[in-house]
């Protein structure tokens, strides 16, 4: 212990008070089905076993990465391979249309085509429908809307709010058909309800059709349903504000995620499960999904490193929420800004580098050991590294505990020796 500053001290006392840091509530059920999601990904950027599957599953796929701040490589080619595929119809365009504009890529032509799908001079077109020679569906509708919502475009976003208030079934089951049909089906009703969340902002009278559509999806959708209808309920719930549904929906996603990570083993359910405990640890949420802006282009290949990602990829807050420790001995860097987002950031080794000041990293409560040995910042003056009172307590209690151990390892070592 001789010589040891009390910095120092300070930092074992926090390591063994303080040993891990709380993650969101989902974090590691997300962490596994990213891994397993990842692994099911084509050679090409594709997901899914053939042709009919590949748009679905890679929309539904690179969309639940980035809700759970998992984008990898795996994202990054699934984005790719949207690039260059283009949608036949309403339904995949809208998906693909959000995704890629999630990812920063221009797609107006796009919603170009959205929109004129719509006529609302015509009986019928208020809503949309698979394409223009198909009537307007709940179903189409809302997977539209719900990409709209979020994007620029000259549509009627309110006549198409008010179809699917009219399309909504009465009776013990007020949930949405699928089209014209005359039963509520539980997966158009949950998207619908989703969208219709989304979109109460602009018409609030969304709120009761909301409520009795939940209340459908409370009676078919339980224990036994695929995963990805409990999902899409969870989800739906949890953008409606009712936290009790959402609860109940999501305890049995996760009771049903297997060992290895997935859903039943099914890329479509895992993805959809995926972007549920996202919604509810808020890792999707608008100021979780900001770009990190990071202008020391070392710093942001040493934190990818880090986070196992390629050096140059872009960084969000929720990534950032995702990095713990980070090595960047002897990497040049000069600049820390951007790590002020690492809230979960214990430890730090950035020996030999470049940095002047530590600013960006002062705040952050997890920090408990930081290596600047090499750097040209300014050393604390002796008078600054005298310990504050809230110190002495966490040295105090260091001290103690490591007696106490001392104390164990005698005793055990006197009672083996008179055995």
Not at 34 to 42: G, H, K, T
Not at 63 to 82: D, H, P, V
Not at 259 to 281: E, H, K, N, P, Q
Not at 395 to 418: D, K
Request: glycine content about 8%.
């Amino acid at each position: 212990m001789e010589g040891m500053s009390h910095r120092c001290l300070f930092t074992i006392a926090a390591l063994l008070l303080f040993p891990s840091i709380v993650f969101a509530a989902y974090e590691v059920n997300n962490t596994q089905a990213a891994a397993w999601l990842s692994a099911q990904q084509n050679t090409d950027g594709s997901w899914g076993a053939n042709a009919r599957e590949h748009f679905l599953y890679t929309v539904e796929a690179v969309q639940s990465l980035r809700a759970a701040g998992q984008r990898n490589g795996a994202y990054f080619k699934g984005i790719t391979w949207l690039e260059n595929h283009a949608a036949d119809n309403a339904d995949y365009g809208a998906r693909r249309a959000l995704a890629l504009a999630t990812h920063g890529d221009d797609v107006s032509s796009v919603i170009a085509l959205l929109d004129a799908q719509q006529n609302t001079a015509v009986t019928g077109r208020d809503g949309w429908g698979l394409s223009d020679s198909y009537h307007q569906s709940p179903l189409d509708s809302a997977i539209v809307l719900n990409s709209l919502s979020a994007l620029p475009t000259n549509a009627n976003v309110q006549a198409g709010i008010d179809y699917l208030k009219s399309a909504q079934l009465g009776g013990a089951n007020p949930g949405w058909p699928v089209a014209s049909e005359t039963v509520s089906d539980a997966f158009a009703t949950a998207l619908v309800v989703r969208t219709l969340a989304v979109l109460q902002a602009q018409d609030p009278t969304v709120a009761t059709p909301i409520a009795n559509g939940l209340n459908a999806l409370n009676t078919s959708v339980v224990s036994g349903s695929p995963a990805y209808l409990q999902a899409l309920a969870a989800h739906a719930a949890l953008l409606a504000g009712n936290t009790t549904a959402a609860q109940n929906w999501l305890a049995m996603l996760v009771s049903g995620q297997g060992g290895d990570g997935s859903w039943s083993g099914r890329i479509y359910d895992t993805a959809l499960a995926m972007r549920a405990l996202a919604a509810a640890d808020g890792t999707d949420s608008a100021a979780n999904q900001a770009a990190v802006s990071i202008p020391d282009k070392n710093l942001r290949a040493a934190v990818n490193y880090a986070l196992g990602r390629n050096a140059m990829d872009s960084l969000d807050r929720s990534e950032l929420l995702r990095l713990t420790d980070l090595s960047a001995v002897g990497m040049s860097i000069s600049d820390l800004t951007g790590l002020e987002w690492a809230l979960n950031l214990q430890t730090a080794d950035l020996r030999n580098n470049n940095i002047t000041s530590t600013s960006p990293i002062d705040g952050l409560a997890q920090l408990a050991a930081v290596l600047l040995d090499g750097n040209p910042i300014v050393v604390a003056s002796v008078d600054e590294d005298i310990p504050t009172l809230p110190e002495w307590g966490v040295i105090i209690m260091a001290a103690l505990l490591l007696i106490s151990a001392a104390r164990r390892q005698r005793a055990n070592r006197r009672e083996a020796l008179q055995a």
